[in-house]
C-alpha cells in the first residue's frame, strides 16, 4: 500500500516506445518502396541506396568521435537519412554523388545544429537540395524502368511542364511505378504499404500527409494548364516525390508542428508551395523546396497553435 501511495517525477505514464524502435520500424516501412525500386532499376538503384546508407551512418559516427559526444549511429537515424536520401536520386548517378550527399546531410542538415532533435530542417531533403543545386545534370537523368543501359528519358512532370508528349502511361502504369524517376518514389503502391504500416503503429497521422496530398490535387486541378479545373490532378499527384514526400519526410517529428491544426496548416503550406513550384515555378518538382520552407515555418505555427493549458481560460 504505501508504494502505491508513492509520488515520483513525471512522465507517469509510459510507452514501449523509444527513438532507436521508431526509427528503425519506419526504415522497415521503406523497404517496400526499395524492394519495388531495385526491381524497376535494376542493381544500379541497390548501389545508390547502399552508398547513402552506409556514408550517412559512417559520417555520422566521425563526426560524433571528432566532437566527443555520444555514438549514436545505432539508433537508426542516420540510416533512415541516408535512406531517404538515395530514395531521392536517379539510379543511374554516379556512385560519389550519394556519398558527398548524405555527408551533406548529416554533417549540415543534422549534426551542425546539434544532431538529432535539434535540426530545423529535414536532414535527407537538405541533401537532396544541396545535389540538385551543385550537380543538377546527374539529378534530373532519369532512366526508363527495366532498362539497364541508362537510356534516359523525361519524367511525366518535367515533359507536362515543358508542354511536350511524353510515354502513354495509364494510371495504373504510374501507380506501380513504370515511369522515370528516382529510385524510391516511383511505386505507389509499396509507398503506401509502407504508409499503411505507420498508420497502423499510430507513428504518424492523417493531418500532413492527406492535407498535402489534396491541397496539391485540389489545386493543380483548378489552375490547369487548358484553362481553369481543367488541370490532371492525378498525374500530379501520381507522379514526383509527393507521396514520399508526403507520408515519410513531411510527417518528421523533429521538423513539422506538434499539434494537430498545425500540421494541417503545415501540410496545406506544402502542397501549396508543390504546386505552385510545378505550375509556374523553374522546376517541374517542388516537394522538396516546398517541405524544406514549410520546415522553417514549423516553429512559428506552433506559437499560434498551441493547445490551450488545462484549467486556464
Not at 86 to 96: E, K, T
Not at 149 to 176: V, Y
Not at 276 to 291: D, M
Request: glycine share 12%; with cysteine.
Amino acid at each position: 500500500m504505501k508504494d502505491k501511495l508513492s509520488v515520483g517525477t513525471s512522465p507517469h505514464l509510459h510507452k514501449d516506445e523509444s527513438v532507436s524502435r521508431i526509427m528503425w520500424l519506419v526504415v522497415l516501412s521503406l523497404a517496400p518502396a526499395g524492394i519495388a525500386g531495385v526491381l524497376i532499376f535494376g542493381l544500379s538503384a541497390l548501389r545508390v541506396i547502399i552508398l547513402g546508407v552506409v556514408s550517412a551512418v559512417f559520417s555520422e559516427g566521425i563526426i560524433q568521435l571528432l566532437t566527443k559526444k555520444r555514438i549514436t549511429v545505432l539508433d537508426g537515424s542516420a540510416f533512415l537519412t541516408g535512406l531517404l536520401l538515395a530514395y531521392n536520386l536517379p539510379a543511374h548517378v554516379p556512385f560519389w554523388l550519394p556519398i558527398v550527399g548524405s555527408l551533406f546531410a548529416v554533417a549540415i542538415g543534422k549534426q551542425v545544429f546539434g544532431g538529432l532533435g535539434q535540426n530545423i530542417f529535414n536532414p535527407a531533403l537538405v541533401g537532396r537540395v544541396f545535389l540538385m543545386a551543385s550537380w543538377p545534370k546527374y539529378m534530373t537523368s532519369f532512366t526508363r524502368p527495366m532498362n539497364y543501359d541508362a537510356i534516359t528519358c523525361a519524367t511525366p512532370l518535367a515533359a507536362l511542364k515543358e508542354g511536350r508528349a511524353f510515354e502513354n502511361l495509364s494510371s495504373w502504369d504510374l501507380f506501380l511505378g513504370l515511369r522515370g524517376g528516382c529510385i524510391g518514389e516511383v511505386c505507389i503502391l509499396a509507398l503506401l504499404l509502407g504508409a499503411l504500416f505507420l498508420f497502423y503503429k499510430k507513428y504518424i497521422s492523417w493531418h500532413i500527409p492527406l492535407t498535402y496530398i489534396a491541397t496539391v490535387g485540389l489545386f493543380t486541378y483548378i489552375f490547369g494548364q487548358q484553362g481553369l479545373f481543367s488541370g490532371d490532378w492525378l498525374l500530379h499527384v501520381l507522379t514526383g516525390g509527393l507521396i514520399l514526400g508526403a507520408f515519410f519526410m513531411a510527417t518528421d517529428y523533429v521538423t513539422s508542428p506538434l499539434t494537430y491544426k498545425g500540421q494541417v496548416i503545415f501540410g496545406i503550406g506544402c502542397g501549396l508551395l508543390t504546386a505552385i513550384i510545378r505550375l509556374w515555378g523553374g522546376y517541374p518538382e517542388g516537394v522538396s523546396y516546398a517541405i524544406l520552407m514549410m520546415n522553417a515555418a514549423a516553429p512559428i505555427i506552433d506559437r499560434f497553435t498551441k493547445n490551450r493549458v488545462y484549467g486556464k481560460r
